[in-house]
């Protein structure tokens, strides 16, 4: 039987590594990566956080001055296209996964139809009669 859940589990990551949503998040990385506005915005974050962050190690409270530079460098992030691309490339690669991974936890709870609600990842008819007891 463990031959046969790793040979399942070889399956599952090909597919995965095929998915149009790999794919598209590979793509939108390259061309974020390829953006040199987009790599500035994402060093001067970085460097507004690890500032943000040090203070608070050292037990200081950030100034407003250095909470409102993040929240402008994080807008401007936001507004990068390709950051933004990526974003919403990364998004839909995490939704596919969670969607894999609530099947693997219902088939673990023992859910026959492989549905697991607790994330609210059921869709109507997508567990069957109701099957995962959320409503759908």
Do not use: W
Not at 46 to 56: D, G, N, P, S, T
Not at 58 to 80: C, L, R, T, Y
Request: hydrophobic share 40%.
């Amino acid at each position: 039987m463990t031959n046969e859940i790793i040979e399942n589990a070889q399956l599952l990551a090909d597919a995965i590594a095929r998915s149009s949503e790999l794919a598209e998040l590979h793509s939108k990385e390259d061309a974020m990566a390829a953006d040199p506005s987009a790599q500035e915005l994402i060093a001067e974050l970085q460097k507004a956080q690890e500032r943000f962050m040090l203070a608070q190690q050292n037990g200081e409270e950030p100034s407003e001055a250095d909470k409102q530079a993040v929240d402008e460098i994080e807008a401007k992030v936001e507004a990068n296209a390709a950051i933004a691309a990526y974003m919403k490339a990364q998004d839909e690669f995490t939704v596919m996964l969670d969607r894999v991974n609530a099947i693997l936890a219902g088939a673990i709870a023992g859910d026959s139809n492989g549905c697991s609600c607790a994330d609210d990842s059921c869709s109507p008819g997508g567990c069957g009669s109701g099957g995962c007891g959320c409503g759908n």
